[in-house]
C-alpha cells in the first residue's frame, strides 16, 4: 500500500499554481486572475448542475487583500480565497457559483475584482450563456482526447472543482485534492439509465477515492463554496487503511454497500454504474469496476437501494492522480438487474454463501442531513450562490477510533502542510500527524475538530463490519462535546 502514496508528487497546500490556463491571465496593476476555463464561457448541452462555475486562482507578491464578484452589474459579493483544504485546495484558488435558478436566458456578465496588499486593483470579466430550455441529451458519449484545449471542456462536460488540463489521453486533473469533480449529464435525467467511464491511476493517495456518482445536481449547504456533496449513490474504490474496497455511499446515508478491489498505479479501469426505479422514494443503484484489459465483467459487483434522486453523472477523484478517457451515457428500457442486490437474500440479509457481500452500515445519519432530494427553498440572491438549506443538527465527529461516523461519506480536510506521499488524502482527524513536515502550518480545518459541518464515514468497528455499541455512542459523545464548545 504504501507504493502507492510515493507514485504521487509532493503537493503542499499553500503552493503556488502549477502552470497557467492557455490565454486566461491578463497582465494588471494588481493581483493576477488566472481563469482555469477562460473568461468566455459556453452555454455547453444543458444544465450538470445547478450552479456555472467559474474556477481560477488570484495571486500577488504583496498578497491579495479583498476578492469579490459581481453578477450583470450588481452590487459586488466578497468570495473567499483558498486554501481552505476543501474545494479550493490551493492559496488563492476561488470557485465562483453562479445560481442557474431564476437566470434569464441569454448572456450574463460576471466582474472579478482583486486589490493586493498595496492597493493596486485588478479586474477581469467572464460571460456565460444561459438556456434554461436546454436539457443534456440522453443517450450521450464523448471523448475527452479529443478536445482541444481546457476552455472546450465545458462543450462536453462541467468542471465542478478543480484544475483539469487536457491531454492527448483525455482529462487530467493537475493538482490532486479534495473531490475533483467533473459533471456530465443534465439534472433532469431520470432513472433508468447507465453510464460508463475509463480512467487511468497515476497516483492514490490514503483514503482517496476514484469512481462514478449518479443523481448529480449540485453542491449544497452554509459553507462558501457549499460543500455538502447530496447524490444518488457514488460508487468508487477507496483506499482504506485496512485496504482497498468498492463502495456504493451516499451523502445522508452513509456507505450501504461494500467488498473488496484493488486499483493499480499505471492501470486503466472501466466503471459502470446504473441506476433503476425501485418503487416509492426508492431508486436501486449498481456498479461494477474492471482493468480495461479484461472483459468486462457478465454481472453487478454491487447493489443497493438508495433514494431516488435526479441528476447528472459525476466524476469523483478525492486525493488521486486521474485522467478520464471517455464517457457514455444510455437510457436502459428494463432494470439493469431484476433480482435483489447483489449479495443480498431476498430478506434483505447478506447471502450466508456470498463472502464478497457486505454488511450494510447500520449507523444511523444524524438529523442535520439535509434532504438530498429537496431542492432549496425560495429564490437565491442572482448575484450570491445560494448556500442552500443549513443543517439542523451538530456536526459530525470522527470517532477516536480513527473511523468516521454513519453521517455519510468520509469528507474531512485534507492536511495543508502533507504531501500527497505522505497523506494528501488522509484526514487529519483519522491518523497521526507524523508525517507533517516541522515547518508546515497545519490546516486550521483539522478533521478531528467537530465543528465543522461534514458527514463522514460509517463507525464500523472493522471495515464493512456490523458497528460495536461503542463506535455507534462516540459520534453522539463527540457532537455533545461540540455543543459545549460552541
Known amino acids: 500500500m504504501a507504493g502507492w502514496a510515493h507514485a504521487l508528487a509532493a503537493c503542499s497546500a499553500d503552493t503556488e499554481p502549477v502552470g497557467r490556463s492557455e490565454g486566461a491571465s491578463v497582465a494588471c496593476d494588481g493581483p493576477t486572475i488566472d481563469l482555469w476555463y477562460g473568461d468566455a464561457l459556453p452555454a455547453g448541452l444543458g444544465h450538470p448542475q445547478r450552479w456555472v ?110 484544475r483539469w488540463e487536457v491531454t492527448s489521453s483525455g482529462l487530467r486533473i493537475v493538482e490532486p485534492g479534495y473531490d475533483r469533480l467533473v459533471a456530465v449529464g443534465d439534472t433532469d435525467w431520470r432513472p433508468p439509465y447507465q453510464a460508463r467511464a475509463s480512467v487511468t491511476i497515476h497516483g492514490f493517495g490514503e483514503w482517496g477515492g476514484i469512481g462514478v456518482a449518479a443523481g448529480w445536481r449540485g453542491h449544497e449547504g452554509m459553507d462558501e463554496p457549499p460543500t455538502d456533496w447530496p447524490v444518488g449513490g457514488l460508487a468508487w474504490v477507496r483506499n482504506k487503511t485496512s485496504g482497498q474496497e468498492l463502495e456504493i455511499t451516499t451523502f445522508d446515508e452513509g456507505t450501504v454497500q461494500t467488498r473488496p478491489y484493488m486499483l493499480e498505479a499505471g492501470e486503466t479501469y472501466v466503471f459502470r454504474v446504473a441506476a433503476d426505479p425501485a418503487g416509492g422514494t426508492r431508486m436501486r443503484v449498481h456498479a461494477k469496476v474492471w482493468n480495461a484489459a479484461d472483459p468486462e465483467p457478465a454481472g453487478w459487483l454491487l447493489s443497493a437501494d438508495v433514494r431516488h434522486r435526479t441528476g447528472s453523472v459525476l466524476l469523483v477523484a478525492h486525493a488521486a492522480e486521474v485522467t478520464w478517457h471517455d464517457f457514455e451515457a444510455t437510457p436502459t428500457v428494463a432494470p439493469a438487474d431484476a433480482g435483489v442486490p447483489h449479495g443480498m437474500s431476498d430478506a434483505g440479509t447478506p447471502d450466508a454463501g456470498t463472502p464478497d457481500a457486505a454488511t450494510p452500515d447500520a449507523g444511523t445519519p444524524d438529523a442535520g442531513t439535509p434532504d438530498a432530494g429537496t431542492p432549496d427553498a425560495g429564490t437565491p440572491d442572482a448575484g450570491t450562490p445560494d448556500a442552500g438549506t443549513p443543517d439542523a443538527g451538530e456536526p459530525d465527529a470522527a470517532t477516536d477510533a480513527g473511523t468516521p461516523d454513519a453521517g455519510g461519506r468520509d469528507g474531512g480536510p485534507l492536511d495543508a502542510g502533507r504531501s500527497l506521499d505522505a497523506a494528501v488524502a488522509r484526514d487529519v482527524g483519522h491518523a497521526p500527524d507524523a508525517s507533517l513536515p516541522s515547518d508546515a502550518e497545519p490546516s486550521p480545518d483539522a478533521g478531528a475538530d467537530a465543528g465543522r459541518k461534514k458527514k463522514r464515514l460509517s463507525g464500523c468497528a472493522a471495515a464493512g463490519g456490523t458497528p460495536s455499541s461503542a463506535a455507534w455512542l462516540l459520534p453522539l459523545l463527540f457532537a455533545a462535546l461540540a455543543r459545549r464548545r460552541r
Do not use: K, M, Y
Not at 488563492?92 to 460576471?110: E, K, M, P, Y
Open 53 to 162: 462555475s467559474i474556477l481560477g486562482n488570484v495571486s500577488d507578491p504583496d498578497g491579495v487583500s479583498s476578492f469579490e464578484s459581481s453578477l450583470d452589474g450588481s452590487p459586488f459579493v466578497a468570495r473567499p480565497l483558498g486554501r481552505d483544504a476543501l474545494r479550493l485546495q490551493s492559496r488563492g484558488d476561488f470557485n465562483v457559483g453562479i445560481d442557474r435558478t431564476g437566470l434569464a436566458d441569454g448572456t450574463h456578465t460576471v466582474e472579478l475584482r482583486a486589490e493586493d496588499g498595496a492597493g493596486g486593483v485588478c479586474t477581469r470579466t467572464v460571460t456565460f450563456e444561459h438556456d434554461g430550455s436546454a436539457e443534456w441529451p440522453l443517450p450521450f458519449s464523448a471523448r475527452f482526447d479529443a478536445l482541444s484545449s481546457a476552455t472546450s471542456i465545458p462543450t462536453v462536460a462541467q468542471p465542478v472543482d478543480g
